[in-house]
Structures are given as structure tokens and as C-alpha cells.
Nanobody, 117 residues
């Protein structure tokens, strides 16, 4: 069982930046994909960005050029990050960290991002 814990959400003005972090409770080895999803009120959860175990990345068209996904292995813990720049009100949502390990999927509890003046 892997636990994912997100942090870094908050309130930011349009045009501002935030960095989300996700810490996995175990070292992840093998073939996997980790990603960020978001869900706005009244909308379905959608993929924001994903990074594979090989390092390839993919982004939703709506965030390309503004968001950057990255990962880091430190002290036997896997960290996933999402650097969000030039934030827009439509980026407001609960952001979730996801780990797909074979047929097993794990989710964090989510962190709220609100973009408003």
C-alpha cells in the first residue's frame, strides 16, 4: 500500500505561481506513471500532467507552457511536483496526485488551488 500526500495548494492571484508537492510513502521502483489530476466544482476529474518512469511527460493542452511536472528521489522517498505559472481563474480546482503502478492506482487526498483576485 502506497500513501500519497499532497501539499502546496492555496489562494493565488491571476498570473501568480504555485508549486504543488506529492510525497509517496514508499520508494517506487519498476514501471509506473505519476501524475496530477484536477477536479473543479461540477466537473469531471481531468488529467493535468503525467510523468512516466522513463521520464517522458505529457500535459493537458490547457496547461502546456505554463505547468511543469517533475519528480525527485530523495532519502528513499519519491516526490512529485507540479510547478504552476501564469495561473488563471479556470485553474481553480482540487488537485490530486496519482500513482499508477501496473494495475494498481493510488490517489492522494487532494489540495485546493484557488486563483482569484
Amino acid at each position: 500500500q502506497v500513501q500519497l500526500v499532497e501539499s502546496g495548494g492555496g489562494l493565488v492571484q491571476p498570473g501568480g505561481s504555485l508549486r504543488l508537492s506529492c510525497a509517496a510513502s514508499a520508494m517506487i521502483v519498476g514501471i509506473y506513471a505519476m501524475g496530477w489530476y484536477r477536479q473543479a466544482p461540477g466537473k469531471q476529474r481531468e488529467l493535468v500532467a503525467v510523468i512516466s518512469s522513463g521520464g517522458s511527460t505529457n500535459y493537458a493542452d490547457s496547461v502546456k507552457g505554463r505547468f511543469t511536472i517533475s519528480r525527485d528521489n530523495a532519502k528513499n522517498t519519491m516526490y512529485l511536483y507540479l510547478q504552476m505559472n501564469s495561473l488563471k481563474p479556470e485553474d481553480t480546482a482540487v488537485y490530486y496526485c496519482n500513482l499508477q503502478l501496473g494495475s494498481l492506482g493510488y490517489w492522494g487526498q487532494g489540495t485546493q488551488v484557488t486563483v482569484s483576485s
